[in-house]
């Protein structure tokens, strides 16, 4: 079963051919960042006129790609949520009219669920189904979340940000450091000149409150706006130059602090679990990477991180979950509005 699948939750506008949930035959992504990058994030109404005027070439050359005519595909795949509001109506939009034109079925994909999934799209990956139940992270510019996956369709949220998500937090902090955006590419590359302990950044432990967050264990929680304010305060006291030697020690050890709640948080979540999942654009991260693998590797679990080309925002991970018979499909995904903050579970 060849699907077409077609991502537009944010900034990027993608468009991918799956056949069989697994076997990825394009996987087109048009980035928007050098539109954003001056505003030092994403501008919802220049992300939505941009899905607007480059999704039909882009949806063309993941047909070219794949070697494929539009009678060849044999359903339709896009996400409706979360995201921007604006930006999901255009994907959304498309699809249905897609749908109908082509008279192929539509199937509706969480995008955060589709973001788990993007581990297993690796052909050596196991099948989603035969290790579960499993626990999850998506870290993301938009999303932090710890889920336990009971099954293909039964997720479970654990844990997730209370206000800015890991992503977010480099963002900031690359520009309180005048980096540019987007801030985690830069940061990343900076950190590796510098030292991870030459400063004692908080941890994003959600403190406000204890025991349960709207039914999440508040220890499973994250909280990173303090972070970003310790930054704030550290440069206020130590305004270091841009060339300074020294912005790379702060670089390191703000991002080890991002990584370390992370990795915590993830070790807490597998009690009773031997497999972690993860996805979402932050996992691309050299040094999150390297901590999780520590991680795994200290507790005998299996570690799952999705292939670099899936870990951003793309269409071949939507168009994967909707082959392997998952999302909402049919005349209830026709009926779907855009869900900017439908959760993951």
Known sequence: MKILGIETSCDETAAAVVEDGRKVLSNVVY????????????????????????LPGVIDEALRDADLAWDDVDALAVTYGPGLASSLVVGLSAAKGLA?????????VNH???????????????????????????????????????????????????????????????????????????????????????????RGRARKQRGQIDGMDSDLCFSFSGLKTSLMVHLKN???????????????????????????????????????????????????REALRDMAARRGVSLLLAEPKYCGD????????????????????????????VPVA
């Open 31 to 54: 980035s928007q960042v050098e539109l954003h990058g001056p505003y030092g994030g994403v501008v919802p109404e220049i992300a939505c006129r941009c899905h607007v005027e480059v």
């Open 100 to 108: 109908l034109r082509l008279d192929k079925p539509l199937c509706a």
């Open 112 to 202: 955060l669920q589709a973001h788990v999934y993007s581990a297993f799209m690796t052909p050596d990956a196991p099948d989603m189904a035969s290790v579960c139940p499993f626990a999850a992270l998506v870290v993301s510019g938009g999303h932090t979340c710890l889920v336990r996956v009971n099954a293909p369709n039964d997720f479970q949220l654990l844990g997730q940000t209370i206000d800015d998500a890991a992503g977010e937090a480099f963002d900031k902090g690359a520009t309180l450091l005048g980096l540019g955006y987007p801030g985690g590419p830069v940061m990343d590359r900076m950190a590796k000149e510098g030292r991870r302990d030459a400063i004692r950044f908080p």
């Open 238 to 288: 130590h305004p270091p130059g841009v060339d300074d030697p020294g912005v790379s020690d702060v670089v390191a050890s703000y991002q080890e602090a991002i990584v370390d709640a992370l990795v915590k948080r993830c070790e807490r979540v597998l009690e009773g679990l031997d497999v972690l999942a993860v996805g979402g654009g932050v996992s691309l991260n050299s040094r999150l």
């Open 314 to 341: 793309n269409a071949a991970m939507i168009a994967g979950v909707a082959g392997m018979g998952l999302g909402v499909w049919g005349e209830e995904a026709m009926l779907l509005d855009a869900e900017p903050n």
